[in-house]
């Protein structure tokens, strides 16, 4: 089975950007749709992007729209998101999440395998 373990979170400052990198353990990560979502305390888990098995079809959660890109590289067994003009507001934990359907998905109980979380923290 999938695992997933997300990196390049870190601090960043209003306006910059960061790109974060969630590696999978195998092979079998071609056939998931792929997911980011975030999420801060006391709140629930955010749909931020989401991305199908090919990296045909792409979906992204309003607040981030025009921002937020999501990319795959299944030869390297890899989802990005890269985050431009960063907002005090998309401080938070980010996971990325496996689904097995293939395709994209809004919904946290679509997916069945999620990373530890990294976190993205923009200053003002």
């Known amino acids: 089975q999938v695992q997933l373990v997300e990196s390049g979170g870190g601090l960043v400052q209003a306006g910059g950007s960061l790109k974060l990198s969630c590696a999978a353990s195998?092979?079998?990560?071609?056939?998931?749709?792929m997911g980011w979502f975030r999420q801060t305390p006391g709140k629930e888990r955010e749909f931020v992007a989401a991305i199908n098995w090919g990296g045909s079809t792409t979906d992204y959660g309003d607040s981030v729209k025009g921002r937020f890109t999501i990319s795959r590289n299944n030869a390297e067994n890899t989802v990005y998101l890269q985050m431009n003009n960063l907002k005090p507001e998309d401080t938070a934990v980010y996971y990325c999440?496996?689904?097995?359907?293939?395709?994209?998905?809004?919904?946290?109980?679509?997916?069945?395998?999620w990373g530890q979380g990294t976190q993205v923290t923009v200053s003002s």
């Open positions: 195998d092979s079998s990560f071609s056939i998931y749709g």
């Open positions: 999440a496996a689904n097995p359907w293939g395709e994209t998905s809004r919904q946290v109980a679509a997916y069945e395998k």
